[in-house]
């Protein structure tokens, strides 16, 4: 299979038609097409913010999200308290 | 560069930029829509969990607008209240005309549930990504200009000053694609550039305040900004986003902490975890201080259609329906708050009942401005409502005063310094930090929810230091390409906006609504007022305070009560 991933989000590209409804969708600018393949590439895979919004609009179900924590920015009250969760 | 002429320019392309294009494009102006992202999937719209006031024909407004009045503490224009809740109607209509999916019963009717916060206001549930299609749709039918992937870097002035004395005559910027300087000059200029925020708390990062520092430097008055400070419960696990908060609460969501009990019976017993999120946060953090923590969302009791609706409605909510978590239908689930740069209308530039904001030619409307209608308290679903309603009133008035206006004129040589600012990064020599650093050091000053409620001069003083160092930052960083070019001119705007609400809140030397001082932790009855911000010729921020408007006034306000603690004073220092 062709595919390519970068963090969070990955692009199956056998299946992908390269419409480039994900480039549209992403508000980030995480997604760029690539010219030469006329399929997507993840330029900026740090800014994705996992909003679903590629995945969501993707007509041939080829973005894969992982779920875990979206940003690298974000701090946790929990860990200030020690608290285990 | 590219020059342009249009008879209203908006900037931003979510609910409010968009029903303002619409309105206007109706009204046969010209109309160019520009927004750095891709207008209908930008911004905070698509993600806004889809609840929106709704009242419908038949609906006693007065009770309505009470409700959002009197929880609001009298602190808005009630004239605004009216229209937002008259202007809201409608457009729930044209949801319906254009087939956007809205959550209903068995009988067909819209469901409607008691809005977070509120107990006679209504809100329903919708699909927000659809109505933004739908929206860039209709604009688009009616001839408007959208340009996608234009970030917007600077308001143009009519004298090429900033603060100008002369008005606003369009905006410039830089394709985000092929780096191409774009003006847009303009009789008419709309702000709609969504929330103040910061990159990395919300998910949300590209709403970082742009459309609020381009304004502020160009001589905009920023009212409230201490009220800025807001959240919600987003942080699932510590690892996961959490759907929408005000969602699972309408369907039954209950907040438990460590010992199991429901502690919101002791701060609000009348709403619980619908009260307002502030309340809600601060309670939060008191049983966290107290070491009852960790604080739960408990969906064992949520109705049916939640589960059916977050699967169809809501695609973040599918992390509720995986095995990345224990199920949710037997077990709570440790849950956390944000808090920080968030406002939807809490704060923001003020505007008229058209739409107008203080300079000349330029007009805001959506989260960027100051909802009016329900002052610093926005229940669940009236952010959205003000976004379309604002936008709507917005588009009319800047179509029908460009009917009247000449097309600007604006010297050359200001074009070119302009051109020059904003792509001057990209020349720059190698800096010690990159865009991201910078917006890191920013999103530091939310880490603590704690110490973002729980503020006093000192930790203020601070955190104006950092915003004053990413600003000098700013101004020597290199952007490696167009990308980063964009997130260095969002971390300028961030730090603007951050700036401005810091010494907002050190200028408020009381504790009331959200907002609360340890230093200053009583309320202060001659701070009844809306507090303005403007930026001077000489760089300084001077503050103004008005008085809420008696014209309209339906609902008096009581004698104020000098000497209490505020709310969050009260729930922090348990005397809530």
């Given at each position: 299979m062709s595919s390519t991933a970068n963090?969070?989000l990955s692009i199956n590209l056998d299946t992908c038609t390269g419409c480039s409804?994900c ?8 997604i760029r097409m690539d010219a030469a393949s006329a399929k997507p590439v993840i330029a ?10 590629c995945?969501?609009?993707c007509?041939t179900q080829s973005i894969g ?21 | ?576």
């Open positions: 963090g969070k409804l480039v549209l969708a992403c508000p980030v600018d995480v900026y895979p740090r800014d994705c913010q996992v909003c679903y919004l995945e969501d609009d007509p999200l992982s779920h875990d924590i979206s940003n690298s920015r974000r701090y946790s009250t929990y860990d200030e308290f020690d608290l285990d969760v | 560069m590219d020059i342009l002429e249009t008879d209203v320019l908006i900037i931003g392309g979510g609910f409010a930029g968009c029903w303002a294009a619409l309105r206007a494009a109706d009204l046969k102006a010209t109309v160019t829509l520009v927004d750095k992202a891709y207008v209908s999937r930008s911004g905070a719209s698509t993600m806004s969990g889809g609840i929106t006031t709704c009242p419908l024909d038949g609906d006693d407004l007065d009770i309505w607008a009470e409700e959002f009045i009197v929880r609001g503490s009298y602190m808005c224009d009630q004239r605004w209240t009216y229209q937002l809740l008259e202007g809201q109607r409608e457009r729930i209509k044209d949801y319906i005309r254009w087939n956007v999916p809205i959550s209903r019963g068995p009988d067909g009717a819209i469901r409607r549930f008691a809005s977070r916060g509120m107990v006679n206001v209504r809100g329903m549930q919708y699909q927000p990504k659809v109505a933004m299609r739908e929206l860039r749709r209709q604009i688009t039918a009616r001839g408007a200009r959208i340009l996608d992937r234009l970030f917007i870097t600077e308001l143009l002035t009519a004298d090429g000053e900033w603060p100008t004395r002369s008005g606003i005559a369009g905006a410039v910027g830089f394709d985000v694609y092929t780096g191409q300087f774009v003006v847009i000059k303009a009789k008419r200029t709309i702000v709609a550039t969504g929330m103040i925020a910061m990159k990395g708390t919300h998910r949300v990062d590209n709403d970082c305040g742009d459309g609020a520092a381009m304004a502020f430097r160009a001589g905009g008055r920023l009212v409230d900004m201490e009220f800025t400070f807001g959240g919600t419960f987003n942080v699932l696990l510590k690892k996961f986003d959490f759907p929408s908060y005000n969602v699972a609460v309408a369907h039954g969501a209950r907040l438990i902490n460590a010992r199991g009990e429901r502690f919101m019976q002791q701060y609000d017993p009348e709403r619980l975890e619908r009260s307002e999120l502030s309340h809600v946060v601060a309670a939060f953090a008191k049983e966290i201080i107290d070491g009852r923590g960790p604080v739960y969302v408990d969906l064992r009791h949520v109705d049916d259609s939640y589960w059916t609706d977050i699967a169809k409605l809501h695609r973040g909510g599918s992390i509720l329906l995986t095995d990345h978590v224990p199920d949710p239908k037997t077990n709570p689930l440790a849950i956390e708050p944000t808090w920080g740069l968030w406002a939807s209308g809490r704060s923001g530039l003020q505007i008229d009942l058209g739409g107008r904001t203080n300079l000349y030619g330029l007009l805001a409307a959506g989260s960027v401005a100051k909802n009016d209608a329900t002052g610093t308290h926005a229940s669940a679903g009236s952010p959205t409502a003000f976004c379309k309603v604002s936008g709507w009133h917005a588009g009319e008035t800047a179509a029908m005063e460009s009917r009247e206006s000449q097309s600007p004129i604006v010297a050359q040589d200001v074009l070119k310094l302009l051109q020059e600012q904003s792509l001057a990064p990209l020349r720059r020599t190698p800096s010690p930090k990159s865009p991201d650093d910078l917006h890191d050091d920013l999103a530091r000053l939310e880490a603590s929810v704690v110490h973002g409620m729980i503020l006093n001069g000192d930790r203020l003083g601070r955190m104006l230091q950092t915003t004053a160092a990413v600003t000098e930052g700013t101004t020597t960083c290199k952007a490696h390409d167009l990308h980063d070019l964009a997130k260095l001119h969002e971390a300028r705007n961030v730090a603007t906006c951050a700036g401005v609400v810091y010494r907002s809140a050190l200028d408020r030397t009381e504790s009331r609504e959200q907002f609360f001082r340890e230093d200053f932790p009583l309320t202060d009855p001659s701070w009844f007022c809306w507090h303005g911000a403007t930026l001077t010729g000489s760089g300084d921020v001077v503050f103004d305070r008005k008085d809420f408007p008696t014209e309209g006034v339906r609902f008096v306000p009581p004698e104020p009560e000098a000497g209490g603690l505020g709310p969050i004073g009260a729930i922090i220092r348990g005397e809530g």
